[in-house]
Every structure is written in C-alpha cells, then in structure tokens.
C-alpha cells in the first residue's frame, strides 16, 4: 500500500525541530493519548503530517494555558467538524481569560497590602 504524503514521516528530532516542543512533551502527549505515533520495526517514533499538525496546535493550546483534557476533547471534535472546533476553543479561551484575569486581580491585590503599586488595568486586545 502506497501512502500519499505531503512530507515524508518524521524521527522525533526532526519533529522537535519542526514544533519548538522537547521530545519529553512529544513522548507525554503521545503516552497522555492526544497523539499517536507510527513506529519502525526498530521501535523508533516516526510521525506524518497531520500528527506534526496536531504537535503544534497542542504546543499553541498549552502555550494558551489549556489543560491536557481540554486539549483532548478539542482533537476529539475531529477536523470535519472545524466550526464546531473553532467555538469551543473559543468558549475555552474566554474561561481561561477570565481565570487569568481573577488571578491578575489578586497579585494587584497582594501587591496593594505591600504598598508596590502594578498597571492597574489590562490592555484591551484588539479584534482582527
């Protein structure tokens, strides 16, 4: 059986180079279940295109402060179901802004009882 490939399947050094994650994090998620990895018959990692893909929208997610279970059930809504995708990553997005901002909230509070003044308001990020 011939596989049509946009790139040929990668070693996991070449995968680490392509996303900017550590092979550690490549080995947790494919251990947590979010990925899955192709193996030689000398047991090495070898990866396609659509699994990179999934590597850097997870390295993005985690970058965002989203948790591995969250990550998951984002990749479980599969690619045919984009818009739906799209939603709840948003929906996820806005908790977590909201949990960052709770948490700014305290360190100004904090830093006010030590009298070290901080910005007193987040900027406003600009829709495109």
């Given at each position: 059986?011939?596989?049509?490939?946009?790139?040929?399947?990668?070693?996991?050094?070449?995968?680490?180079?392509?996303?900017?994650?550590?092979?550690?994090?490549?080995?947790?998620?494919?251990?947590?279940?979010?990925?899955?990895?192709?193996?030689?018959?000398?047991?090495?990692?070898?990866y396609d295109r659509a699994t990179l893909d999934h590597l850097a929208f997870i390295g993005l997610a985690r970058d965002a402060g989203l948790t591995i279970p969250q990550i998951r059930e984002?990749?479980?809504?599969?690619?045919?179901?984009?818009?739906?995708?799209?939603?709840?990553?948003?929906?996820?997005?806005?908790?977590?802004?909201?949990?960052?901002?709770?948490?700014?909230?305290?360190?100004?509070?904090?830093?006010?009882?030590?009298?070290?003044?901080?910005?007193?308001?987040?900027?406003?990020?600009?829709?495109?």
């Amino acid at each position: 059986m011939v596989r049509a490939l946009q790139t040929p399947d990668v070693g996991i050094g070449e995968a680490v180079r392509r996303t900017g994650l550590t092979s550690r994090a490549i080995r947790f998620y494919e251990e947590s279940g979010l990925l899955q990895s192709m193996r030689t018959a000398r047991r090495a990692r070898r990866y396609d295109r659509a699994t990179l893909d999934h590597l850097a929208f997870i390295g993005l997610a985690r970058d965002a402060g989203l948790t591995i279970p969250q990550i998951r059930e984002l990749l479980r809504l599969g690619e045919g179901q984009d818009e739906a995708r799209r939603l709840r990553l948003q929906d996820l997005y806005r908790d977590r802004l909201s949990q960052l901002d709770a948490e700014r909230e305290a360190v100004e509070r904090s830093a006010r009882a030590m009298g070290v003044p901080l910005m007193s308001r987040r900027p406003q990020l600009v829709a495109s």
